[in-house]
Structure formats: C-alpha cells, structure tokens
C-alpha cells in the first residue's frame, strides 16, 4: 500500500470519540499495515484512574479503520497485544490485504456524520426492525450489549446515572481537569483540534478566562443531575455495553461494539 492510502485511513480512524475527546492515540505506519498505540500523554487521571476509557476510544478507532478499510477494498487481519504489566508492548496492529470481504459501504458513509449530541428527544418508540439492526452490530467478542426501552428498565439505569452525576461534578479534582479540556472559543479549538469546542456542549464561545470563571460560578453538581434525567427520561432507549471480562482487550472491543452501534444507529429515522 502507498503511505498516502494509510494517511487516508487514518483520517477515518481519529474521527472516532473519546473520552473529553481527547484523542488518546498514536498510529505506526508500515508497508501493509498500521499499528495504533495508546497516549500516555492524554490521560485523564480524574476521570479515568484505571484507563478503560483510553482503551474504549482505541476500540473506536480500530473499528473506523477496519470499517474505511473495507470500504476501499482491503482486507483487514487484527492482532490486539496487550501486556498488562508492561505499558510499552500495548499495541493494536491491523495488517491489510487485498480482497474486502463485507460490504461497508453505508457504515462507512456514517463515519463522517456520526456525532454525540445532548439534545433532548421525543421519547419515540423505536421499530423492531431498527432494534435487530442495533443488536446485530453491537455483537463483539467479550462484550455484552443491553438495549433497554421499557420504563421498569429505564428507570434503574437513570437513578444509577443521577448519583453517579452528583459524586463526579462534586470532586474538584474532576472538574480541574475537566477544564484543561473545555475548548472556551472558536480560536482555541481550531488551534489544537481536540478537547470539548463550548459551544458544542451547550455553552457561549468565549474567552478562556471568562469561560472558566463561569463554569465555577454556575457549575451544580445536583442541577446537572436533573438535566441528565430530564433527557434519559425522553429518550427512546438506553444503550448499555459491559465489558466481560476487566481487561484491556476487552475494552478496546468494547470500543469496537459502541462505535459499530454508534454508526449503524446514526442513519436510522422513525
């Protein structure tokens, strides 16, 4: 393969969430194949202490290089190396090979328009045709994937999330390092091209100054909590992905199974 051919697939990869979006990964690129690392230099110590999330977002990656992969004819064969005792053999390396075997071509226009919103919902049923869909994509290997669309099921899940909302916006530790993300203007986040852009988030653009003495002044840990539950409970359904087993392959294909449900529900209209 031509190193232009990597450099395009990668553009796909790095457009896959992570946690603050703080891109936590590095790509090796050889003949045929592209390695991705982990970050060490953007983790997130508050939010994730143990690096679950880090390994998540490489699932996510992975899963929009294999998805680009396939689109443009390649094969793809996946060796996930993942040495718990020594940080520096952590490695995904996928190697390419002529002769697609899937047909990516809807998942992989989804890619680009994927987006993670926090608007509030209508609370529409969603057609079982849509939810065999989801089912389908959300099936990895050691992770199970829950959809839930009854209230007696909603429910637990939405007091889970109010108290868990109040422990972490109560923890200033959470919230110090929160802001070393928040993109407070235009200009800021154009410059590093990563981190929370406010004004996607709901927030004024503004200068950083301003923008976190606002955040510490209206900042309510019990207030966020209520609108949290003001929107699960007008959503159509909760998506839940638990990792078999506490291991770091596991999560990056947890990773892998959010980011194929993530775009597989994106086109979806009822």
């Known amino acids: 393969m031509k190193k232009q051919d990597l450099i395009n697939l990668i553009k796909y990869a790095i457009k896959a969430p992570s946690g603050h979006n703080s891109q936590p990964w590095k790509f ?5 194949s592209i390695t991705i690392f982990p970050d060490y230099e953007r983790i997130l110590p ?14 996510c990656a992975l899963e929009n290089l294999i998805i680009a992969a396939g689109y443009f004819g390649y094969h793809t064969d996946t060796d996930i190396e993942m040495k718990m005792e020594d940080p520096f053999k952590e490695s995904i390396r996928v190697e390419f090979s002529s002769g697609n075997n899937q047909n990516y071509d809807r998942l992989f226009k989804n890619i680009e328009i994927r987006q993670s919103t926090r608007n509030k919902y209508n609370k529409a049923v969603i057609p079982p045709a849509h939810i065999e869909k989801l089912n389908e994509a959300g099936n990895q290997d050691q992770v199970l994937f829950l959809l839930f669309t009854e209230p007696g099921q909603i429910e637990p899940v939405i007091e889970i999330t109010k108290r868990a909302t109040v422990l972490q916006l109560s923890k200033k530790g959470f919230i ?12 800021t986040a154009k410059k590093t091209g990563d981190g929370l852009y406010s004004r996607a988030i709901g927030s004024p653009s503004v200068p950083k100054w301003l923008g ?3 955040l510490n002044l209206t900042l309510d840990p ?3 909590a209520r609108k949290n539950v003001n929107l699960m409970k007008n959503s159509s359904g909760i998506l839940i992905f638990i990792a078999k087993e506490n291991n ?3 999560w990056v294909n947890l990773g892998r199974s959010f980011q194929r449900v993530a775009i ?5 209209k009822y």
């Open 176 to 187: 110090k390092e929160l802001m070393q993300w928040i993109r407070f203007n235009r200009k």
């Open 46 to 59: 508050v939010a994730d202490p143990d690096n679950h999330e880090l390994f998540i977002s490489l699932g």
């Open 248 to 250: 770091k392959e596991a």
């Open 212 to 214: 976190k003495l606002f």
């Open 28 to 32: 090796k690129l050889e003949e045929n």
């Open 222 to 224: 019990k207030r966020e």
């Open 264 to 268: 597989t529900a994106t086109p979806l």
